[in-house]
């Protein structure tokens, strides 16, 4: 009777979930101990809860042992993607029922006699005229007609409606009409999703809104759906903690939230790797880089500047051509359809694609042995020695070189006329450019220039490809952290609680008054510091961050701009302007310091810093590696090196800080393989990333 009279063990468990295209990746901290573990499978589609579980049990945690449980899925945008969400209506002001289809009129391929603008996730059917009206002001001009909505909601429950968004004009400045309109539909539709556009966005532009509150309702149900599921399963796992999901902002906040803003969580996968990548950043005194994760699906790239991640008030899902805006803040990360799992085929002309599509987890690639029968990026790294048969995943996967080289021989070897070789060659030179123009889209198209920065890779795929990416951009270091294989869900564990706000707030910089912007500024930061206070974690700290979205005169799109509280303290009109001067330029290349400047937005983000897991220094070795970190040695194919070439396999748990390794190399670990190509040079940091020096290849 040992523990007689004692107090039974709190909780001292953190546990991150990080659903992806192919795999489910788990982070877990234990407070207590000091200890991380890690658990990878395959998603199960059908059921998602299902992987969630097996990485439980890969790590050999429990839910029962957890305070904190943090969650990032791509069930949200997938939703998007493959429009597959729920049957959506759309009420809105009397006049603009089409303006959700209409859009911005954008032709962004002016020449392109088949060009499509984008598909409605709200067909025109669908989409019904409230009678009200409000000015810009916010005034009332003319009343809500309750009685036309109650007509409205009857029809839609006849039709068989699932999710109502609602979108009436200026409710940014005037919530009384939406907010009586979701009641209605409540009332005569009470098993209905219904989601209005001031509960997401406080911004103008309607068509801007009107997208957004549609994805949120067309998402609405599957999410929720999934994530009552998620509670369910964690109740009978006896988690008696608290359930926090990811934003796309990287940060946290409740599941009751996530269940109603479930376009809050389009990118939190890809956005806490981004929030790792500044965590390393700051421990390694690193202020610029760029974040890079390819895993089975898709390749994301983000950027931490200054020691913080470029962020956007908005977002275009599913490419600039045929996208559809959502207007909420998030980090920027761009995106391309380029992981491990993209199949490799031929289109019209015999011209060599790689991607969007992906033979996800089932059937998979061919070398899976799950029936896929396509060529993809993983079996192309297979045949070319990159990847261990026997070794995958610590060796609890097998993978069947020959199924891979079936597959690249049938369908683009003999198709070309090349060897097997030479076909996976190619298929990894195509999905590295494809992957490169993630990385540009994030730097060069936002005025940066990514030689200049490092790239911290990750992603079970991302190791690699890192030194042929970095090559064909023109970077010349790459970090690839401890554990790369489940970074993004590593990166949740450094999350803090986030609320953004934004305000609409039309004003000439020059005569601004400042006092109606402060009561702005202060209303939002208090309604932060709410959220925060009600939330069931306790913050080390509340840090508030003020920003303005701004514009030259003239101009019709703004840019955003950090601004310190004190200047508007001070009124310091010259200070905020030369704040934007500098932004814009950056940007765009040219400034205007003598032009005059409008306020377009005000901003505020409200964090609660949570307690982030330490960072361990590794053992300090030699120069040369430890003999027994020297696994083998194998051929593995370097184009530019002449084709074949005996590559030392290292196994990076037995790696010490200061060793160096000269390319060829395979370093390998549970989850991923980095790849150090012939001319690269490889450091061990005291924390045991791994520094690559690119060379150049003759």
């Not at 289809?101 to 032709?107: A, L, Q, T, V």
């Not at 999934?226 to 990287?250: M, N």
Request: charged fraction near 25%.
């Amino acid at each position: 009777m040992l523990n007689a009279g004692r107090e039974p063990a709190q909780p001292s468990l953190r546990i991150a979930v990080d659903i992806g295209g192919t795999f489910t990746d788990l982070a877990a901290f234990d407070e207590r101990g000091r200890m991380l573990s890690f658990g990878k499978a395959l998603s199960t589609h059908g059921a998602l809860v299902d992987g969630i579980q097996q990485t439980v049990e890969g790590a050999d945690v429990s839910f029962e042992n957890a305070y904190l449980f943090l969650h990032g899925s791509t069930i949200a945008i997938n939703t998007l993607l493959e429009r597959n969400g729920a049957q959506t209506a759309l009420l809105i002001t009397e006049g603009f029922r089409d303006i959700y289809e209409i859009g911005r009129i954008n032709r962004p391929d002016a020449y392109n006699l088949f060009f499509q603008k984008h598909d409605p996730l709200v067909n025109r059917s669908w989409r019904y005229e409230v009678s009200e009206r409000l000015r810009a002001d916010g005034a009332v001009h003319k009343v809500l007609d309750e009685e036309r909505v109650r007509t409205v909601a009857r029809e839609l429950r006849e039709r068989g409606v699932e999710a109502v968004a609602v979108l009436l004009l200026h409710s940014y400045r005037n919530a009384q009409h939406e907010q009586r309109v979701k009641e209605i539909i409540q009332e005569e539709i009470p098993d209905v999703f219904v989601s209005a556009s001031h509960e997401l966005s406080q911004e103008y532009r309607e068509f801007e809104r009107a997208s957004t509150v549609v994805a949120n309702a067309y998402v609405g149900p599957r999410v929720g759906t999934y994530l009552g599921e998620l509670e369910r399963h964690l109740e009978t796992k006896k988690f008696p903690g608290d359930f926090f999901a990811v934003q796309s902002t990287g940060g946290l906040f409740p599941v009751e939230h996530a269940r109603r803003d479930c376009v809050r969580m389009l990118e939190s996968g890809p956005a806490a790797g981004v929030i790792g990548t500044q965590a390393i950043c700051a421990q390694l005194g690193l202020s610029d880089a760029i974040a890079f994760d390819m895993g089975g699906t898709t390749a994301k790239a983000g950027v931490i500047k200054d020691n913080q991640p470029l962020t956007t008030g908005s977002a275009l899902i599913g490419g600039y051509e045929r996208a559809l805006p959502i207007q909420i803040p998030m980090i920027d990360i761009f995106e391309v359809g380029t992981g491990g799992g993209s199949i490799a085929r031929l289109a019209e002309g015999n011209a060599l694609r790689v991607g969007p599509q992906s033979a996800g987890s089932m059937p998979g690639p061919a070398c899976y042995g799950r029936g896929g029968q396509d060529p993809t990026v993983t079996d192309a790294n297979l045949v070319l020695g990159r990847l261990d048969a026997g070794h995958f995943l610590g060796g609890e996967m097998a993978l069947d070189v020959e199924a891979a080289r079936r597959a690249i021989k049938e369908q683009v070897a003999d198709p070309l006329g090349l060897d097997i070789d030479q076909a996976a060659e190619g298929i990894i030179r195509i999905a590295v450019t494809a992957m490169s123009y993630a990385v540009k889209g994030v730097t060069t198209e936002r005025g940066l220039d990514a030689g200049g920065f490092a790239m911290v890779v990750y992603g079970g795929a991302g190791p690699l490809h890192a030194s042929a990416i970095a090559r064909e951009i023109g970077i010349t270091r790459v970090l690839i952290p401890f554990s790369p294989g489940h970074f993004s869900a590593y990166g949740m564990l450094f999350s803090d609680l986030r609320y953004d706000y934004v305000r609409s707030c039309f004003q000439k910089l020059a005569t601004a008054p400042f006092d109606t912007i402060e009561a702005l500024y202060r209303d939002m930061e208090e309604q932060g510091r709410d959220a925060i206070a009600g939330s069931a974690v306790r913050p080390e700290a509340v840090l508030i961050t003020r920003y303005a979205d701004m514009r030259y005169v003239g101009q019709e799109h703004a840019v955003t701009v950090e601004v310190p509280s004190e200047l508007f303290e001070r009124q310091d009109r010259d200070g905020i302007k030369k704040l934007f001067d500098a932004v814009h330029l950056q940007r765009y290349g040219t400034s205007a310091p003598h032009e005059p400047a409008d306020l377009v937005s005000v901003r505020v983000t409200v964090i609660g810093t949570v307690p982030k897991p330490p960072r361990s220094e590794v053992s300090q070795g030699t120069d040369a590696p430890p003999a027994e970190a020297l696994r083998s040695r194998k051929d593995v194919y370097f184009r530019e090196a002449g084709g074949w070439v005996s590559t030392p396999i290292y196994v990076r748990t037995k790696l010490q800080a200061g060793n160096h390794i000269a390319g060829p190399a395979l370093i390998e670990e549970h989850a991923s393989t980095t790849v150090v190509a012939p001319g690269d040079k490889l450091l061990v940091d005291r924390f045991g990333n791994l520094n690559i020096a690119i060379g150049t290849l003759s």
